[in-house]
């Protein structure tokens, strides 16, 4: 299975911006969806962005006009650059790796990274 390892969190600023790494141990756009959750204290953890293999793209209400979602095949990385940051952005964002139907049926699993802090705040 894929190996998925984040980078890019840390403490910002409201208004500020980051943008998320997520670097995969192998091909990933063929076989997976891929996206970014977040799980701020004391809440569940939610979907924010997910990108499939053609590029479409989905957001949650939340973070749309804010957050993009964007793929490098070459390197097999998927990044979250996150504009406009508000103080309730602030969470844990994990990278996560969803296989589609085919390649469910053929055994692969879902896969997490580790996650990356993002903290927003003055």
């Known amino acids: 299975q894929v190996q998925l390892v984040e980078s890019g969190g840390g403490l910002v600023q409201p208004g500020g911006s980051l943008r998320l790494a997520c670097a995969a141990s192998?091909?990933?756009?063929?076989?997976?969806?891929m996206g970014w959750y977040r799980q701020a204290p004391g809440k569940q953890r939610e979907l924010v962005a997910a990108i499939t293999s053609v590029g479409r793209t989905n957001y949650a209400d939340s973070v749309k006009g804010r957050f993009t979602i964007s793929g490098d095949n070459a390197k097999n990385t998927v990044y979250l650059q996150m504009n406009s940051l508000k103080p309730e952005d602030t969470a844990v964002y994990y990278c996560n790796a969803d296989p589609t139907y085919a390649f469910r049926n053929r055994g692969y699993l879902e896969v997490w990274g580790q996650g990356t802090l993002v903290t927003v705040s003055s």
């Open positions: 192998g091909s990933i756009f063929s076989i997976y969806v």
